[in-house]
């Protein structure tokens, strides 16, 4: 997808290899296992990063398409194939995941959007969820996904 | 409130009692009191589930009304009791509320909505909290609540 | 800025003064050191509270400007600053932001915002991120951001 100079082109911004992370380590403390004190960041940008990784909690980016997809279940399946992709670099999967925020730029395109969400929704591990319309940066998004989940214990 | 066949008729998705409950436990790791290493996920239904609770944090999922209320108002109450439930289910109550994202269909219906909330909150114990606008899945409803809160201590 | 009487004015629902804390103690719970089992809430008022800090993170509640800046460029350099001070109150800074929610209340100043972001963000340590348009609860608010971050180690 052509997109315009915004927020979006994530990875345009990144003045890193996209495998780099960011470690604020902490000289006086001990993290205990599993609750570290330090913030883990993945594909950090001058901008924005992709994810950061905080007491075995993973807070991802607002997922936007990438690909030339242009139908929402193509820009769905584009975006929650990043995010399992994010939370897999991160250390977690869709079978953890905490929240799910959906911005959807048509809210009609729930029902289509669904199709594919349901498809990829781990069994007995769906999320809290919550869908609402909203104008996205670029008019070609039709879709835009906030997650957070947790670290695989 | 006769909803159509989108996200928020969500216990109709639901293939478990709505009192069930999911754990992903972990065996190789000794969860610490307060900070589990498991996820518990209540009222899992086969697109979304209505919270979820890990390190001591519940994340809820986006209410909207149930009943037939029509105004925003009865809405609000609603969703507010839904919130209560949730929350007592989830082990947390409202005086432990972390953060309150409350998405109006109408954001001029922001005064009506407050009366109803400072009914509700809890004296010294007020969340943060943002309101904006956004349609909503169901053009009934005229309002949708995020909330997120601490387990009980 | 002047506002109308919504959620937004909210240092004016504030009962104490702006450096007030609220903290749920729990008597029958040791907080394991950077776990804590209270709550602290900051600038606690009758509707809001403009943060929250649990499990060593911080959430802030909305900002909206509060100066009579009236273009994006200056209600941005504004809303950052509120969270500049806001997290320095809780124990944190920009440094160890977790994800930053942005609403605009018109999705072209994208552009225009992210100069001032840009000018902000800690370089390292830029925070995941999500903008969509929403409209706000007064319709001068240009801006609204949403916050969470991890306190100092």
Redesign the interface.
Known sequence: MQTP???NTRLSDTPRASTST?T???A??E??A??P???I?HH?????????V????V????MVPESGETDIQGQTRDVLAQIDRHLQEAGSDK?????V?I?LAN?AD??AM?VV??QW?S???????????????NPAYKI?V?A?A?VK?
């Open positions: 100079s915004n927020e960011s604020s380590t902490s006086e403390s993290p205990a599993g609750s004190k330090e913030i960041r950090v940008g001058a901008r924005l990063s992709e994810s950061a905080y007491g075995g909690v807070y991802l980016a607002g079978t953890r995941l905490l929240r925020e911005f809210i729930i029902g669904n969400w349901d929704v069994a007995g591990n769906a999320p809290p969820r919550a869908t609402v319309e909203a104008k996205l940066a835009e906030v957070t947790a214990a």
